[in-house]
């Protein structure tokens, strides 16, 4: 079988937590196969807000069509902003890194805290917790209040916020692990584990090794019903696929 080629696409325009999420990414893969990173230019440079998201999730359909022939794509941001319009536009596997967070989380704890930036966007996290199932499984969603362009494994005092915040949940809430709701924390992960004891979730190296996993497997997106190609109409461009024939 020939090497697994992934798309790993950053829907903020900041190129540095791009090449760090790739590093993440390729790191989880291991040798052998690619990661191809796209950084939106045209986007926010953090996504904190709901227009930000709105703004990305647009990016991210424009990076699916300029990215065709890859095995497997996965959006790069925790809201995974364009998921579902991404899965109609290619039959390769799509994988978002907040929907690999909690599926990581739930494989691993029985409870677990969910780490974010901004409490602004505390409940877009709890509505996405509530959607995938697990309030019962969530002790809480805290926000640090340092935003996305300030997180990364470069700024040792938001890998202490992490730290602390995480040893926070564990004492008062119990949490079992973490959920790093923000790819630009993925670099921290495993440091934050070893500081606290317990598994520390990134969607980013993850989120590969699912994308990998589906493809490996032989699961390509469904074109029957839901995700089936957008019908063509003015404005809209024709069918996209991204799966390679072998």
């Not at 990414?25 to 990173?37: I, N, Q, S």
């Not at 998201?53 to 990016?59: N, Q």
């Not at 500081?195 to 029957?224: H, Q």
Request: net charge negative; charged share 20%; proline share 6%.
């Amino acid at each position: 079988m020939s090497a697994f080629r992934l798309g790993l696409l950053n829907p903020n325009s900041d190129a540095r937590h791009t090449e760090a999420m790739r590093a993440v990414a390729a790191e989880a893969l291991g040798p052998g196969h690619e990661v191809v990173a796209v950084t939106a230019a045209g986007a926010p440079s953090s996504i904190e807000t709901a227009t930000d998201e709105a703004l990305a999730a647009a990016e991210v359909v424009q990076m699916v069509r300029e990215t065709p022939g890859l095995d497997a794509y996965l959006i790069a941001c925790f809201g995974d902003p364009g998921l579902h319009a991404a899965r109609e536009l290619t039959g390769a596997p799509v994988v978002g890194i907040g929907e690999a967070g909690f599926r990581a989380a739930c494989l691993v704890a029985s409870r677990f805290a969910v780490i974010t930036t901004l409490g602004r966007g505390v409940p877009e996290l709890e509505d996405a917790v509530d959607r995938e199932g697990l309030s019962r499984r969530c002790v809480g969603v805290i926000p640090l209040e340092i935003p996305v362009h300030d997180q990364g494994s470069w700024n040792q005092n938001a890998s202490d916020a992490i730290v602390a915040a995480g040893r926070r949940a564990m004492e008062e809430s119990r949490a079992e692990a973490l959920v790093l709701a923000c790819g630009a924390m993925a670099d921290t992960a495993g440091s934050v584990s070893r500081a606290l004891g317990i598994p520390v979730c990134d969607g980013v190296s993850f989120g590969a090794l699912l994308a990998y996993g589906l493809w490996r497997s032989g699961l390509r997106t469904s074109k029957v019903g839901a995700y089936g190609w957008p019908a063509p109409t003015p404005g809209n461009m024709p069918e996209v696929t991204a799966v390679r024939v072998e």
